[in-house]
């Protein structure tokens, strides 16, 4: 009898070996037993521990089991599209995750045949939805040793994935595993799910789920979810040289934010101006802005580029509408200058020479005499209008940079690239002095606060977050959405958010609370550019449907639903000649002002 | 368009001419590209992104497969084993496809280069410049000063001669040297 119980171990530590993979060490061990071990067993021998019986039991048992992962992820899909609404949205959120973890796990017990069998059965179920990306790149992953090179697998395998489910639909979940025997998917559960019981259901609105199925770290966005929020303007005295500054005060405190009735003050050192500088809003320009209302919409005009929808990668209209830069495929920028605004035919269009590898955007400073341009060969430039030529060149991305953007009060600029960081740079220094790390992807777009505060960026990891200046910690965590992050916007009051996504989707964030405030269909492409009037009465998106619409802001306060229809916002909607639109501005007269290019 | 069918031609030209050309089938190298495109979801492309890829694909596998063989060498083999590619292309990986750096690694950068406080501000007009050594407008050449016995030795030249035309006297004097200066290109 010790004779059957030596061999029973020595197998089963062999296949358990082998299981994990351990080729070297099973074929030692086999090797070194040669005689001993016994082909293959049944049953444990009867005079064992209890708990290590039906620990091997259940061993034994499982590694029958194990033959059809495929029928029984079918079945559990096949399940849970059966059941109640109620639940099906909340065990929803587990089909797509069990897909992608049953399909590592195959890869990392090397069973090939299947895990491409899995991939090629179910995965097209999934294809409308946002996960397209993450199941090609997964569809990459043949053999275990690709396993950590591919960033998607990383992901996945280093972050237990949350669920927030109520306690009857898991015990619901877990009698239909047993029943079925479903004893290895149940077990890749445990494994790789974190589930959050709730006593309600009713925790996760039917909306949220749906928003998306990828990735998204649930954890940090709760943690976030607690950090307060100093939305208001800035004082004005903080950046307007007044008359009387016969008293030292302190020109930045940088100490905290003191919020003092409507104001708050600057976090980072930032410039003062004198009062009739070209960088701030001058008073012609506050008396002549047109008050806008549903029955005074903004007057608008297009400025169409010809011949260069392959070519033109970005453009920006200047404040005051006078001059307009564009970016192209070439490494060419092109300005053109307008004397005012309305012009008809711009003249100019020199193409300024420097960069090497395409441009992928450019920002035009307040005050319109300088811009930058961030390409693809990592570098920022900062450029001239007047001298017609480029004067410093900022290197830190070393990958492509695929946004910059001037401060709303000039000196500081960030940018963000392919590096998955964000940078905080000042025109006068050539290396950065903030890096905003924390996002999963590319960040492709970053826009500042009104306040100069705050920074937000959005990413191709479908979220968006917003960063602190002047510690460069992350402060809010917007997501998940259901498509990559194509453009962003704040409202002037610094309350709001609202992101264009890549499948036409616009989404409303409320900063402060954190929470979404509604989602709009909004283009049938993606939105490339979102701007705010003046008085954040209308917002305007537009996008490669070579549409240009127009939506009332006011009426999404109003209203307490979490999908808008289009008729409820949408003011007025100008549909180009065939021309993807890459920039809307409206102009600090409120003017909608915009740049496309015609197919 | 991707052509399906290797006999199949879509140019336009060829069409009209069939008398004088001969159609080629498409190499196998060049179908394998096409499907793999396919099977990572591309599902239209054009036909230069094929041969670039034909190509590319050339020039990486043969760098591989000659740094496995220097490897191979080394180990005192003949024939090149899997061991050897396998050394070969993790060597290669930080040449060709940089990534960047991992999460964990970007992390700890932000946290170094955030610790620093950010520097106060003047009260300034207009945008300002880095020093001048970091623009992009200063002059990258230094006027090279003649010394005393080249002066000395000029004179004489210029006293046995006879006749020195000002600009040679003065091209002599200031002759401009084009060091390279470390300007931010």
Redesign the interface.
């Given at each position: 009898m010790p004779n059957d119980l030596d061999s029973f171990l020595f197998r089963f530590v062999l296949e358990y070996l082998q299981r994990k993979g351990y080729k070297g060490a099973a074929d030692a061990l086999r090797n070194a037993l040669a005689s001993e071990v016994p082909e293959d067993f049944h049953n444990p021998p009867l005079d064992m521990d209890d708990q290590v019986r039906n620990f091997l039991e259940f061993f034994l048992f499982v590694r029958e089991e194990e033959k059809g992962l495929v029928e029984d992820y079918g079945k559990i899909y096949r399940w849970i599209d059966g059941c109640l609404e109620v639940v099906r949205v909340e065990l929803g959120q587990l089909t797509y995750p069990l897909l992608v973890y049953l399909y590592l796990d195959l890869i990392r017990r090397e069973r090939y045949e299947e895990s491409q069998k899995l991939l090629e059965e179910w995965a097209p179920k999934f294809f409308e939805q946002s996960v397209?990306d993450e199941l090609?790149s997964l569809?990459?992953v043949r053999r275990r040793e690709q396993l950590n090179d591919n960033p998607v697998s990383q992901l996945y395998l280093k972050h237990r994935r949350e669920i927030f489910v109520s306690q009857y639909a898991f015990e619901l979940l877990c009698d239909f595993l047993v029943e079925h025997r479903l004893t290895s998917v149940f077990r890749c559960i445990m494994e790789h799910f974190h589930v959050k019981m709730e006593k309600d259901s009713q925790v996760i609105g039917s909306e949220d789920s749906k928003s998306s199925i990828g990735f998204f770290p649930y954890q940090e966005f709760e943690v976030l979810q607690k950090n307060e929020i100093h939305w208001r303007p800035l004082k004005e005295s903080d950046y307007i040289?007044q008359e009387q500054d016969s008293q030292p005060e302190s020109h930045?405190t940088?100490e905290g934010n003191t919020v003092d009735s409507n104001e708050v003050h600057p976090s980072?050192?930032?410039?003062?101006?004198?009062v009739g500088?070209a960088m701030l809003e001058s008073e012609d320009d506050k008396l002549r802005r047109v008050s806008l209302g549903i029955e005074t919409l903004p007057s608008s005009l297009m400025y169409t580029f010809s011949n260069s929808y392959d070519d033109m990668n970005c453009v920006d209209i200047s404040v005051d509408g006078s001059t307009i830069v564009a970016g192209f495929d070439d490494s060419f920028i092109r300005f053109w200058d307008g004397k005012e605004c309305g012009q008809y035919r711009l003249v100019g269009g020199k193409p300024l020479i420097?960069h090497c590898g395409s441009i992928y955007s450019v920002s035009l400073?307040p005050?319109g005499?300088?811009f930058l341009s961030s390409s693809e060969d990592g570098t920022i430039r900062?450029w001239s209008t007047k001298?017609e030529?480029?004067?410093?060149?900022y290197?830190g991305h070393?990958?492509p940079v695929w946004s910059v953007e001037f401060s709303p009060l000039?000196?500081y600029f960030v940018s963000c690239g392919?590096?998955?960081?964000g940078r905080l740079w000042?025109?006068?220094?050539?290396f950065?002095?903030?890096?905003?790390?924390?996002h999963?992807s590319d960040v492709e777009t970053i826009r500042w606060h009104p306040n100069c505060c705050y920074i937000a960026s959005g990413s191709s990891d479908r979220t968006c977050r917003l960063w602190d200046?002047?510690?460069?910690?992350s402060v809010r965590l917007f997501g998940p959405h259901s498509a990559s992050v194509c453009s962003l916007v704040f409202s002037n009051d610094g309350k709001k958010l609202v992101v264009g996504l890549e499948n036409g989707q616009i989404e409303f964030w409320d900063i402060v609370q954190g929470r979404r405030i509604s989602r709009l269909e909004g283009h049938n492409g993606p939105i490339w550019c979102l701007d705010v009037s003046k008085d954040d009465i209308f917002f305007a998106s537009g996008s490669s449907d070579c549409f240009v619409h127009l939506w009332n802001v006011q009426s999404l306060n109003n209203s307490l639903q979490s999908t808008l229809s289009r008729d409820q916002l949408l003011v007025k909607s100008f549909q180009t000649k065939d021309s993807a639109v890459y920039c809307t501005r409206f102009s600090r007269k409120n003017l909608l002002l915009v740049a496309g290019a015609n197919l | 368009m991707h052509n399906k069918e290797p006999n199949k031609n879509t140019n336009n030209e060829e069409n009209t001419s069939q008398v004088t050309d001969k159609v080629l089938p498409e190499p196998e190298d060049a179908r394998a590209i096409a499907n793999i495109l396919k099977?990572?979801?591309v599902e239209s492309f054009d036909t230069r992104v094929v041969a670039q890829l034909v190509e590319f694909v050339y020039k990486y596998i043969g760098e591989v497969l000659e740094l496995s063989k220097t490897f191979a060498q080394y180990a005192q083999r003949e024939d090149i084993k899997q061991e050897d590619v396998k050394l070969a292309i993790s060597s290669l990986l930080s040449k060709s496809f940089?990534q960047?750096?991992s999460?964990d690694v970007?992390?700890q950068?932000?946290r170094e280069?955030?610790a620093?406080?950010?520097?106060?501000?003047?009260?300034?007009?207009?945008?300002?410049?880095?020093p001048k050594e970091?623009?992009?407008?200063t002059r990258n050449y230094q006027l090279k000063r003649k010394t005393t016995t080249e002066s000395l030795a000029s004179q004489e030249l210029s006293e046995t001669t006879g006749n020195t035309s000002v600009g040679e006297s003065s091209s002599q004097r200031n002759q401009v040297e084009f060091s390279t200066m470390d300007t931010?290109?």
């Amino acid at each position: 009898m010790p004779n059957d119980l030596d061999s029973f171990l020595f197998r089963f530590v062999l296949e358990y070996l082998q299981r994990k993979g351990y080729k070297g060490a099973a074929d030692a061990l086999r090797n070194a037993l040669a005689s001993e071990v016994p082909e293959d067993f049944h049953n444990p021998p009867l005079d064992m521990d209890d708990q290590v019986r039906n620990f091997l039991e259940f061993f034994l048992f499982v590694r029958e089991e194990e033959k059809g992962l495929v029928e029984d992820y079918g079945k559990i899909y096949r399940w849970i599209d059966g059941c109640l609404e109620v639940v099906r949205v909340e065990l929803g959120q587990l089909t797509y995750p069990l897909l992608v973890y049953l399909y590592l796990d195959l890869i990392r017990r090397e069973r090939y045949e299947e895990s491409q069998k899995l991939l090629e059965e179910w995965a097209p179920k999934f294809f409308e939805q946002s996960v397209r990306d993450e199941l090609f790149s997964l569809k990459g992953v043949r053999r275990r040793e690709q396993l950590n090179d591919n960033p998607v697998s990383q992901l996945y395998l280093k972050h237990r994935r949350e669920i927030f489910v109520s306690q009857y639909a898991f015990e619901l979940l877990c009698d239909f595993l047993v029943e079925h025997r479903l004893t290895s998917v149940f077990r890749c559960i445990m494994e790789h799910f974190h589930v959050k019981m709730e006593k309600d259901s009713q925790v996760i609105g039917s909306e949220d789920s749906k928003s998306s199925i990828g990735f998204f770290p649930y954890q940090e966005f709760e943690v976030l979810q607690k950090n307060e929020i100093h939305w208001r303007p800035l004082k004005e005295s903080d950046y307007i040289v007044q008359e009387q500054d016969s008293q030292p005060e302190s020109h930045t405190t940088l100490e905290g934010n003191t919020v003092d009735s409507n104001e708050v003050h600057p976090s980072i050192p930032i410039p003062k101006y004198p009062v009739g500088s070209a960088m701030l809003e001058s008073e012609d320009d506050k008396l002549r802005r047109v008050s806008l209302g549903i029955e005074t919409l903004p007057s608008s005009l297009m400025y169409t580029f010809s011949n260069s929808y392959d070519d033109m990668n970005c453009v920006d209209i200047s404040v005051d509408g006078s001059t307009i830069v564009a970016g192209f495929d070439d490494s060419f920028i092109r300005f053109w200058d307008g004397k005012e605004c309305g012009q008809y035919r711009l003249v100019g269009g020199k193409p300024l020479i420097g960069h090497c590898g395409s441009i992928y955007s450019v920002s035009l400073s307040p005050c319109g005499r300088f811009f930058l341009s961030s390409s693809e060969d990592g570098t920022i430039r900062l450029w001239s209008t007047k001298l017609e030529r480029d004067l410093v060149v900022y290197k830190g991305h070393l990958f492509p940079v695929w946004s910059v953007e001037f401060s709303p009060l000039s000196h500081y600029f960030v940018s963000c690239g392919h590096d998955r960081l964000g940078r905080l740079w000042t025109t006068d220094r050539i290396f950065p002095l903030r890096l905003f790390g924390g996002h999963y992807s590319d960040v492709e777009t970053i826009r500042w606060h009104p306040n100069c505060c705050y920074i937000a960026s959005g990413s191709s990891d479908r979220t968006c977050r917003l960063w602190d200046l002047r510690d460069g910690n992350s402060v809010r965590l917007f997501g998940p959405h259901s498509a990559s992050v194509c453009s962003l916007v704040f409202s002037n009051d610094g309350k709001k958010l609202v992101v264009g996504l890549e499948n036409g989707q616009i989404e409303f964030w409320d900063i402060v609370q954190g929470r979404r405030i509604s989602r709009l269909e909004g283009h049938n492409g993606p939105i490339w550019c979102l701007d705010v009037s003046k008085d954040d009465i209308f917002f305007a998106s537009g996008s490669s449907d070579c549409f240009v619409h127009l939506w009332n802001v006011q009426s999404l306060n109003n209203s307490l639903q979490s999908t808008l229809s289009r008729d409820q916002l949408l003011v007025k909607s100008f549909q180009t000649k065939d021309s993807a639109v890459y920039c809307t501005r409206f102009s600090r007269k409120n003017l909608l002002l915009v740049a496309g290019a015609n197919l | 368009m991707h052509n399906k069918e290797p006999n199949k031609n879509t140019n336009n030209e060829e069409n009209t001419s069939q008398v004088t050309d001969k159609v080629l089938p498409e190499p196998e190298d060049a179908r394998a590209i096409a499907n793999i495109l396919k099977a990572v979801g591309v599902e239209s492309f054009d036909t230069r992104v094929v041969a670039q890829l034909v190509e590319f694909v050339y020039k990486y596998i043969g760098e591989v497969l000659e740094l496995s063989k220097t490897f191979a060498q080394y180990a005192q083999r003949e024939d090149i084993k899997q061991e050897d590619v396998k050394l070969a292309i993790s060597s290669l990986l930080s040449k060709s496809f940089t990534q960047p750096p991992s999460r964990d690694v970007l992390l700890q950068l932000c946290r170094e280069r955030n610790a620093v406080p950010l520097p106060a501000v003047e009260t300034y007009v207009g945008i300002q410049l880095p020093p001048k050594e970091f623009q992009l407008t200063t002059r990258n050449y230094q006027l090279k000063r003649k010394t005393t016995t080249e002066s000395l030795a000029s004179q004489e030249l210029s006293e046995t001669t006879g006749n020195t035309s000002v600009g040679e006297s003065s091209s002599q004097r200031n002759q401009v040297e084009f060091s390279t200066m470390d300007t931010s290109e």
